[in-house]
Each structure stands twice: as C-alpha cells, then as structure tokens.
C-alpha cells in the first residue's frame, strides 16, 4: 500500500505527514489492518527497538474532585462509588509505590484529583517524591496534579520530579462539550509551563464516545505542536455514575488504528498505551505493543487493570522486553531529560460528530471493575 510506504519512510525521517494521510490511517478497513499495525510497528522498532517501558501509578488523593469532566469517575457529581479519600502520607505513598517498582514498572506517577494544586499540596508531593526516591535508586518519578500556578513547575524540579502529566484529551473545538469548569487554553499553558521548568512534558489524549476522525487528528497533531517526551492514550472506559456511561463505542480494531496514527504523526515519542486497554483491545493487546513503547503495569486511579502478571507475560509471549533502569526511553536526539511521562485517566474522549466506524460490539461491562485494592485501602496493591 502506498499511504504505507509513504507513512514508514515519513516516520523514520521524523516528517510531519499530511493531515489526510493521517485520516487515511484511520479510515482503513480491517482486511488492511495487520498491514498498518506491520508498518507502523517498523517506526516503533526504528526508534525504541523492542523494548516496552513500565509504568506505576499511584493515586495519592482519591475523587473530592470540584471539575465537571464527563468521562472522569472523580468528577464533581459522579455516583461511581469509588475510593475516596485525602492525601496519602509520604510513607503511604511509598510503599505503595514499591509494589509497582518490585513489579518491574521504572517510572512512579503521582496522580491527584483536583483542579490544581495549592502551593501546601506541592509542598506535600515534594516530600514524597523525596520519599520515593531515597528508597528506590533510580526511579523516574512524574507527577500529575492538575493545573499548574506559576512557580509550582519550578518547585516540584527542584524537589526531584522528572517529569509532569497534563492530557488535553480533546481537540480545541470541542473540549467544551466535555468540560465547563476549565479550559483547553488552561491545559495548554500547565503543559508550557512543565516544558519551561526542565520537566519532561507528557501530555496525550482520550478516546471513545465516537468521536470523529477529524478530532482525533486534530488534538494529535496539537500534541505534536506541543513536543511532549510522552502521548499516553486512553480509551474511554465508560464508568456507571458518569455522563459518559453508555458510550461504548470503541472496537479492538479502531483502538489499534488510533495508536497506528499516533505513532505516524509523533514517530519518535514515548507512546503509551493508558487507560482502557484491558477492557478495549482485551485479547489484541499484544499487536498493540508493535504501536506503542510503553505501557501503566496493574490498575489505573479508580479502576483495575489487568493482573501485572499477565502483563509481564503478554510482553515476553509477544517477543518484547520490559526496559530497564539502565537503558533511556527516548531516542538519543531528544533524551534531554529523564525520558518520557506519564498520565492515564481512565476514561474520556473526544466529542464531537461519530465517525463512520465499523461499529461497537456489545458493551463489556463486565471488564469494568472499580478499584477496591491498593492505595487508599488496606488491601495489597496489583502489580
């Protein structure tokens, strides 16, 4: 095919491609799919070989959340039922970090409900990111708080965060169907002010309500304008007591030609696969490991995740290898800083007119569970 070949020889130039062949991507039918996943897969290989990137996040304050964001369990009026509960204690926040690292996850990303944290939450985050650090040699720790006020940046730099999660999830045009409470401009600015702070800058984006296509590649090559180390993509996981409950919209198939596109427009980016990959490409995760360089071991923030057993055993069955301490995520050319973010809500998407996309096989509310196990509880974490 030759939108394939075109694509390939892009990817390994480090060339933007076209907003249509980017489109194409995603307007393929599932008899060309294991071509797109092949080629793809050879610009994946190019830049980060084959190894995959461990990831681990802890949810340091669970829901109490005052924004309004339609796919997020700790929304303001959700009736999910999750966990909640303030901030964990450094100690707290260490250990449970030590379960995933035990697991083989390199990087820690400490996650917050809120709008953005005061400068006493900074403060709090400081202190156990020294927690973490002091116990754990080597570690990679992100941090994921929300807005950012001038100065924070700078601060959490200095307290030995490596790098900064802030998603937009959505494309301008649309992120106000999708929140009311903050704007899109407000997340642009949090990720420039990660940037100018020397922190590794993860930002990506959130999919599944049935969004167009046109969105999609809209808030993909925004994140491209913005140069993060890290893309984590989410797939919506359509939690009950959230707006967004009934959108299941999502098939194995577009999931993996929405991480086919991605790593076309962002070729030498730390591409993660984030929230929903359990319950979206259930049994074709292992394809998609030839799409993306990274992945979150165990559960998510208010959901769980597949047992990180299964995952170790799914990247070695599929012929890929966990990365180590030792080894830099990113390519030689941007390894300027500690390589890559982090970030994963557990849901979200881009609004917007629905695509026409083979449709959705029958909701798997069955593969939602809400998370009753790690930080915040007096159960052992899954890692």
């Known amino acids: 095919m030759d939108l394939l070949n075109t694509l390939v020889d892009k990817g390994l130039r480090r060339e933007l491609p076209t907003r249509e062949e980017a489109l194409a991507v995603l307007a393929t039918s599932d008899d060309d799919l294991l071509d797109v996943v092949a080629a793809a897969g050879k610009v994946r290989r190019h830049w980060f070989g084959r190894r995959v990137k461990l990831n681990y996040l802890v949810n340091l304050k669970s829901g109490l959340c005052p924004e309004d964001c339609s796919y997020c369990s700790q929304r303001l009026g959700s009736t999910t039922g999750i966990l909640k509960y303030t901030w964990?204690?450094?100690?707290?926040?260490?250990?449970?970090?030590?379960?995933?690292?035990?697991?083989?996850?390199?990087?820690?990303?400490?996650?917050?409900?809120g709008r953005g944290p005061t400068d006493r939450d900074v403060d709090r985050v400081a202190g156990t990111i020294k927690a973490i650090k002091e116990q754990n040699e080597g570690v990679e720790v992100c941090a994921c708080l929300g807005l950012l006020?001038?100065?924070?940046?700078?601060?959490?730099?200095?307290?030995?965060?490596?790098?900064?999660n802030?998603?937009?999830?959505?494309?301008?045009?649309?992120?106000?169907?999708?929140?009311?409470?903050?704007?899109y401009a407000d997340r642009v600015d949090t990720v420039h002010k990660a940037h100018a702070a020397g922190l590794s800058a993860c930002s990506g984006l959130i999919a599944g309500m049935g969004e167009s296509d046109e969105d999609l590649v809209d808030v993909v090559y925004a994140l491209r304008e913005l140069d993060p180390d890290s893309v984590p993509v989410n797939f919506l996981i359509p939690v009950e007591g959230t707006p967004l409950a009934k959108e299941w919209n999502l098939t194995p198939q577009r999931c993996l030609r929405i991480l086919a596109m991605v790593r076309f427009v962002c070729p030498d980016v730390e591409v993660r696969i984030?929230?929903?990959?359990?319950?979206?490409?259930?049994?074709?995760?292992?394809?998609?490991l030839n799409l993306a360089n990274s992945i979150f071991l165990g559960d998510y923030l208010t959901t769980e995740g597949q047992a990180g057993k299964a995952d170790l055993e799914m990247i070695a069955d599929a012929g890929f290898e966990v990365e180590g301490t030792d080894q830099v995520t990113l390519p030689e050319h941007r390894a300027t800083t500690a390589g890559g973010g982090c970030g994963s809500h557990e849901g979200g998407g881009v609004c917007g007119t629905a695509a026409a996309a083979a449709p959705a096989g029958e909701p798997r509310t069955d593969l939602v569970a809400v998370r009753r196990r790690g930080a915040g509880t007096d159960l052992a974490p899954n890692a």
């Open 88 to 113: 964990l204690k450094p100690d707290e926040a260490s250990q449970a970090a030590a379960a995933g690292l035990a697991g083989g996850a390199k990087r820690v990303c400490l996650v917050a409900s």
């Open 149 to 164: 006020s001038d100065g924070q940046a700078e601060r959490l730099r200095e307290a030995g965060a490596d790098a900064y």
């Open 166 to 183: 802030h998603n937009l999830n959505t494309s301008e045009g649309t992120y106000g169907d999708i929140t009311t409470t903050h704007t």
């Open 274 to 288: 984030a929230g929903g990959r359990e319950v979206h490409l259930r049994t074709m995760q292992p394809l998609a």
